[in-house]
C-alpha cells in the first residue's frame, strides 16, 4: 500500500478525523476501516484485486461457520483441510503462475480464445498476508480458541484480512494471541479482542506513534533509499567493474538496504495504527544484533517466523520427535519459507541455507553437550558467544555475515550472476580502483552497528525529549524532523523491496 505517497498523505488526515467523531462506536471506527481498506486496495491495485480479498473473506467465514457447527469431529476437521487446502492453492496459483502468463495467452490465442492476459492479470496484492491470516483464523476456530459467540462477523472478518495497514506488507497479525507477538510496550495484541471491543479507542502514546513514523520514514526512505543509489545497485549490476572491497561494501550494504526498508515500513505501520488506537506485533527487534541463526529468526519479520513456527513446524512434530526429525522438520519448515518468499529456485535455496545453518547450529550444540566440563558448567547452547565479550561480538559478526551472505539470493535474476558476483569479490584486487563512498560507507556501517544498542531505541528517545518540552513546540519539531528526512531522501517515492520477490 503506498503510505509513502502524496494520495495516503492528504487522505489519512482526513480518514483520522472522521474515524476519531466516531470514537464512542468501535463498531462503525471497524466498519469504516473496512470499507477504507477496500477503497485502497481498490485504488492502488484495481478493484478486482478488492474482490480477491472479499471473495476470500467469504470462503473463510463460510468454512469456519460450518465447522464451528459441524456435529462430528471429523467433519470438523475435514472443512478444516477443505479451508486451508483452498486458502493454500490461491496463494499457490497466484505466486507462481506469472511465469505461466505468456505463453498461456498464447495458446489460448492459438486456440482462437481472445484473453488478455497481459492487462487483465491480478497482482497477487496482499494475497500473502491475508492468506496467512485466513489459516491462523482457520486454524484457531478449529481448535476452539474462537468460540462461535466470539466469530467475527463477515464485516469484521473483511476489515480484519484487508486492512489496510498491513495488507501489503505485514505484520500478520492474529486473530488469537501467539507467543513472542507483542507489540511495543509487550501489551498482548491479537485482531479479535481489539474488534470485538465495546470499549471506546484512544490513540496510543501519540508523541511515541509520531516518533516510529518518522524512524520509519529515516529508515525507508532516506536510508534504503540512498544505500541502493551509492552502494547496492551500481555494483550488483556490474561486479566485474568494482573493486572486491566495493563488491564487500554493497553485500553489507543490500541487507542493511532490506533491514532499513522492511523494518522502516513495519515501523510506520505500527506508527499508524496506535493513532487509530490499535496495537499491531512488532516485526523487528534489532535482528542485526543476532548472535546466531536462531536468535536472528526471533528478531526477523517476527510475524512471519513465529507463523511458520505453528502453523508449519509444530503440525509437522517440531521437536517432539526426535532430535534427526527436528532438523529434518526445520529443513521444511525454512525450505517452505523460502518457497513462499518468491518464485524460483533461488528462494528455495536461500530458505535451505538458513535451515542448514539452524541444523548446524543445532548439531553443535549436541556435540558441546556432550563434553563434560561444559555440561558440568550448566551451559548447554552457543559455543562462542558463551565465551565472554569478545567472542559474543564475533558470533554476532558472523551471524551477520551469514545472513548477508544468503541474502545476495534475493536481487539477482540467475545463479550465475552469484557466481559472478562473488568470483569478483574474491579476484578484484587489483588494476580497480576503489569506489568513492566505499571505504566512508564502510566505516559509517561499522559506527552504526557500534552504536545500534543504542540507535534501536531513538523513537523512545525523542519521543521522551518531546515529551518534556511544551506542548506547543512538540508539533514544530515533529514537522522539522519530517523536512530533515525528505530533503535528506533521494529523489522519487521508493517502492516496497519483498514485493518485488
Excluded at 45 to 72: D, E, H, N, W
Excluded at 463 to 480: D, K
Aim: aromatic content about 14%; overall charge positive.
Amino acid at each position: 500500500m503506498g503510505l509513502i505517497s502524496i494520495e495516503f498523505g492528504l487522505g489519512f488526515p482526513l480518514f483520522f478525523f472522521l474515524y476519531w467523531i466516531c470514537r464512542p462506536r468501535p463498531d462503525i471506527q471497524n466498519l469504516l476501516l473496512t470499507v477504507a481498506s477496500l477503497a485502497l486496495l481498490a485504488y492502488y491495485g484495481s478493484p478486482r484485486i478488492a474482490a480477491c480479498v472479499v471473495v476470500f473473506t467469504v470462503l473463510v467465514y463460510l468454512v469456519t461457520k460450518a465447522m464451528q457447527a459441524g456435529a462430528s469431529a471429523s467433519a470438523r476437521k475435514a472443512l478444516l483441510i477443505v479451508g486451508v487446502a483452498l486458502a493454500v492453492l490461491n496463494l499457490v496459483f497466484w505466486k507462481y503462475a506469472e511465469p505461466w502468463r505468456v505463453p498461456f495467452g498464447g495458446w489460448l490465442s492459438d486456440q482462437g480464445l481472445d484473453f488478455d492476459l497481459q492487462n487483465q492479470w491480478l497482482l497477487p496484492l496482499g494475497l500473502s498476508y491475508y492468506t496467512f491470516q485466513g489459516i491462523s483464523y482457520l486454524v484457531a476456530c478449529y481448535r476452539g480458541d474462537i468460540t462461535v459467540s466470539r466469530r467475527l462477523s463477515l464485516i469484521e472478518l473483511l476489515g480484519h484480512f484487508g486492512l489496510f495497514l498491513t495488507v501489503t506488507a505485514g505484520p500478520i497479525i492474529r486473530a488469537t494471541d501467539a507467543k513472542h507477538l507483542t507489540s511495543y510496550d509487550n501489551a498482548p495484541c491479537n485482531a479479535l479482542d481489539q474488534i470485538k471491543t465495546r470499549e471506546p479507542r484512544r490513540i496510543l502514546q501519540p508523541t511515541y506513534a509520531l516518533s516510529l513514523i518518522l524512524a520509519g520514514l529515516a529508515k525507508k526512505w532516506w536510508l534504503s533509499g540512498w544505500l541502493a543509489a551509492h552502494i547496492v545497485t551500481p555494483v550488483f549490476a556490474n561486479p566485474s567493474q568494482y573493486h572486491s572491497l566495493d563488491i564487500f561494501a554493497a553485500i553489507q550494504g543490500y541487507t542493511l538496504q532490506l533491514f532499513f526498508d522492511f523494518s522502516g515500513y513495519s515501523d510506520m505501520v505500527v506508527g499508524l495504527a496506535m493513532l487509530l488506537g490499535l496495537r499491531l506485533p512488532v516485526n523487528f527487534r534489532a535482528p542485526l544484533l543476532a548472535h546466531n541463526l536462531r536468535e536472528f529468526w526471533n528478531r526477523w519479520h517476527i510475524s512471519l517466523s513465529t507463523w511458520i513456527r505453528d502453523h508449519i513446524y509444530v503440525p509437522l512434530g517440531g521437536s517432539k520427535q526426535g532430535f534427526w526429525r527436528t532438523q529434518l522438520n526445520l529443513l521444511a519448515a525454512m525450505g517452505l519459507s523460502g518457497a513462499w518468499h518468491g518464485y524460483g529456485w533461488k528462494f528455495a535455496i536461500w530458505g535451505l541455507l538458513h535451515g542448514i545453518g539452524l541444523v548446524l547450529l543445532n548439531i553443535g550444540d549436541r556435540l558441546l553437550g556432550r563434553v563434560p566440563a561444559w555440561r558440568a558448567a550448566g551451559k548447554k547452547r552457543d559455543l562462542i558467544s558463551g565465551l565472554g565479550r569478545p567472542a559474543r561480538i564475533l558470533s554476532v559478526f558472523l551471524t551477520v555475515q551469514f545472513v548477508c551472505v544468503c541474502f545476495v539470493l534475493f536481487p539477482i535474476q540467475d545463479l550465475g550472476e552469484v557466481a559472478r558476483l562473488y568470483s569478483a569479490l574474491l579476484n578484484n584486487f587489483h588494476d580497480v580502483r576503489i569506489g568513492p563512498w566505499t571505504l566512508p560507507a564502510l566505516l559509517a556501517m561499522l559506527l552504526l552497528w557500534v552504536v545500534y544498542p543504542k540507535l534501536r531505541r531513538l523513537p523512545e528517545t525523542f519521543a521522551a525529549g518531546l515529551a518534556r518540552l511544551p506542548a506547543l513546540l512538540r508539533p514544530a519539531l515533529i514537522f522539522a524532523a519530517f523536512v530533515l528526512i525528505v530533503l535528506l531522501a533521494p529523489s522519487g517515492i521508493p517502492g516496497f523491496m519483498y514485493a518485488n520477490f
